[in-house]
């Protein structure tokens, strides 16, 4: 990808992936003991590093969907599926999705289970069970490295990084399809730099 231009700022500060139905899933072997279900009680998805209770509530009555993946029956993992608007906090964004689009966010691996692979199956759980979705975004900041493995790792393709500017406002570089870079730049309400060095 070609160096930033002088209007953005510093390095990206996170990556926006996609993965659009027909697309490839790479296999992944089993875990054994791995169990993924639809989350219904919200005590199962409250901890010191998580949301508290009126939050949980809140998401759901949002219309959000948890995911919760148990490894021989404890909870170890979990993360959240937006069917009707989004919000990146980090970013200052709020977006609302279209029709057939998920926003995955606010996953979550407790530590004793770190380093499984869970991240990558329960993504994929997801694209699978959320069967009325054409397509699947999510994203990290850029020092997440461990999300970003585990987003490849699941199938999903980068579509491009964001940056800011020196107006104070957030772009998308496209990386890859540049259709499903301005999908995601159109997604979130951002431009969309194709040539950041001439920007």
Do not use: C
Request: proline share 12%; aromatic share 10%.
């Amino acid at each position: 990808m070609p160096g930033p231009g002088p209007e953005l700022i510093g390095p990206p500060v996170g990556s926006f992936y996609a993965w659009w139905r027909g697309d490839p899933l790479v296999p992944l072997p089993p875990l054994p003991g791995l169990t993924i279900e639809v989350a219904s009680d919200p005590a199962a998805l409250v901890g010191p590093e998580g949301p508290g209770p009126a939050e949980v509530e809140a998401r759901f009555a949002a219309g959000h969907r948890a995911y919760l993946a148990r490894l021989d029956g404890e909870p170890a993992a979990y993360g959240w599926v937006a069917t009707i608007q989004a919000e990146v906090g980090e970013l200052g964004l709020s977006f609302k999705l279209p029709p057939a689009n998920r926003y995955l966010w606010d996953f979550y691996t407790r530590p004793p289970w770190r380093g499984l692979g869970i991240y990558p199956r329960l993504l994929q759980a997801i694209l699978g069970r959320e069967a009325d979705a054409e397509r699947f975004w999510v994203g990290h900041d850029t020092p997440n490295i461990p999300s970003r493995r585990g987003i490849l790792k699941a199938g999903f393709q980068e579509v491009g990084r964001v940056y800011r500017t020196a107006g104070g406002g957030l772009v998308l570089v496209g990386v890859g399809s540049i259709e499903r870079a301005t999908a995601a730049a159109r997604l979130l309400g951002i431009r969309l730099l194709t040539d950041p060095a001439g920007a």
